[in-house]
Each structure stands twice: as C-alpha cells, then as structure tokens.
C-alpha cells in the first residue's frame, strides 16, 4: 500500500541515509548518565563508590546478555539460524531491564552487598527511556515497535500506508506520567528500594499489556518473550506485590 508518511526520518551522511534512532539512543545513555549523578550528588550513598561501580558494571553487563536474547526469542524461528550479525544486532529495553537486574544482583551475592541499590536509578532510567523512544517513533515501521492495524482515532500511518497504534507514542505519555509519579513521592518515606521495585513493576506492566496491540510473535503458550519477561519480573516481586496490594487497601478501607 502506497504511504504519504514522512516516517521514517532519516538524514544523510556521505551519500548514505541513517536512522535518527542511533543518535536519540547515544543522547538517551549522556543525559541518563548525566541525570544519575547529578541526583546522586544529593543525597547520601550507603554504597561506597568503588562497589556502586561495581554493580554498575554488574547492570551493563547483564543488560547487554539479557537485551539480545528477549530480543531474539521475539521472533523464535530466529533461533534455528542464529548468527553473530543477528545477536548484535536484537535488543530490547525490557531484556536490558530484565537482565540488569539480575546481573546486579549477582555482582551484589559476589562483593557481599546487602543494601538496595535502585531507587536512585529510577529518574535516570526514565529520563533514558523517554528519549530513546522519540529515536524508536521517528523510525516508523522500520523498528519493530509499532503496533496493529486500528480503525481508532490514534491511529498513524507509520511509513506502510496502514493506521496503526503508535505504540512508542503511547510510551513516552506513559513514561512522562511515572515522571512525574515518582517526582511526587520524592519526599515520602518508602523502605529502602521500593521505588525500584515499583518503578519495575509498573512499566513492565504497562510493556505486558501493549504488547497485546502489537504484531507480537508466541514464544511460548500463545505469549511473546516480552509477555514472559514481565510475569518473571512480577514472580520475582511478589512478596512486595503482596505487601504494597495490602497497604493500598488498609488505606482504601481507613479513608473509605
């Protein structure tokens, strides 16, 4: 189907087009990283600098492992023929987030950290992702972010000629309201890592369900690897699941 969508934006260099993506996405990792240490300089770290890098190191590494293979297995014939170029070139936040966690806390288990460590990562990471989404809508359906065919008012020809859900638009309003959610609660007294535990919690859930309105691949019981990657993340939480479930309630029931 012939499309009149400016999607995707591309500029040229030496002759070649590239991707917006690639520069939104280096942008996104400078003022993450930039964002992290200026809140860092604020407050109190229980965790000394040499053993911060250390999990730092532990996030980066597991992101690395856990953003290829979520990737891959969202598209499972991909496995057959694996190949180093196709490796390289898969990922995806949600494995990044997925597998960082973990490679933190195994860096943790090894240089005997018992404190949490995330809540001060939660700005940064949203400030990261906001601005790698703008890199994943400018590429249309070239990235594979977007969503089904809808007849709704959303709907966007994102460069096929076809209006569908512009799933990383839906996002970045999504992640400008946990901005401005978790900006709120800056002052209120949480246990310590609760706000990475919630922060997890709520974006995963919101990657759970829009996954329902994209062009997904079953890896396994009629669920992409996206699908399973939150319910692991909601397995792994569910005991503040439970606590957080029980305190909203005790508070409905008091103001009730």
Same mark, same amino acid.
């Given at each position: 189907m012939k ?8 500029f040229?260099?030496f002759?070649?087009l590239?991707h917006y993506?690639?520069?939104f996405?280096?942008l ?5 990283v930039?964002?992290y240490?200026?809140?860092k300089k604020?407050?109190?770290d229980?965790?000394s600098?040499?053993n911060r890098?250390?999990?730092?190191l532990g ?8 953003s290829?293979?979520?990737a ?9 023929h694996?190949s180093f170029?196709?490796l ?6 949600? !494995?990044g987030?997925?597998?960082g =966690?973990? /490679?933190?806390e195994?860096?943790k288990? $090894?240089i005997?950290?018992? #404190? ?9 990471i949203?400030t990261?992702?906001f601005?790698g989404?703008?890199?994943c ?7 594979p972010?977007y !969503?089904i065919p809808?007849?709704? =008012?959303f /709907?966007?020809?994102l460069?096929?000629g $076809?209006e569908r859900?512009? #799933?990383?638009l839906y ?8 901005l401005i959610f978790f ?6 007294k ?14 995963? =859930?919101?990657?759970?369900l829009?996954e329902f309105?994209?062009?997904y ?7 992409s690897?996206?699908h399973w990657?939150a ?6 939480y569910y005991?503040?699941?439970i606590?957080?479930?029980?305190s909203?309630?005790?508070?409905s029931?008091h103001y009730?």
């Amino acid at each position: 189907m012939k499309s009149n969508s400016p999607f995707p934006f591309q500029f040229e260099l030496f002759g070649n087009l590239y991707h917006y993506h690639y520069l939104f996405e280096t942008l996104a990792f400078i003022i993450g990283v930039r964002v992290y240490y200026y809140l860092k300089k604020g407050i109190s770290d229980p965790i000394s600098d040499e053993n911060r890098l250390w999990i730092m190191l532990g996030a980066m590494l597991g992101a690395l492992i856990g953003s290829r293979v979520v990737a891959v297995l969202e598209t499972p014939e991909v496995v057959a023929h694996l190949s180093f170029s196709v490796l390289y070139q898969s990922k995806t936040i949600v !494995g990044g987030l997925l597998g960082g =966690l973990f /490679g933190v806390e195994i860096i943790k288990k $090894i240089i005997s950290v018992n #404190i949490a460590s995330g809540d001060i990562y939660v700005i940064p990471i949203l400030t990261a992702l906001f601005i790698g989404r703008i890199g994943c809508f400018s590429m249309g359906i070239d990235e594979p972010t977007y !969503g089904i065919p809808t007849s709704s =008012l959303f /709907g966007m020809d994102l460069g096929d000629g $076809i209006e569908r859900h512009p #799933i990383m638009l839906y996002e970045m309003f999504y992640l400008v309201v946990l901005l401005i959610f978790f900006r709120s609660i800056k002052n209120k007294k949480l246990i310590n890592g609760d706000r990475f535990k919630l922060f997890m919690i709520l974006y995963f =859930l919101f990657r759970f369900l829009v996954e329902f309105i994209k062009p997904y691949q079953p890896l396994f019981l009629n669920l992409s690897s996206i699908h399973w990657s939150a319910l692991l993340i909601f397995a792994y939480y569910y005991q503040f699941i439970i606590r957080i479930s029980k305190s909203i309630f005790i508070r409905s029931q008091h103001y009730g």
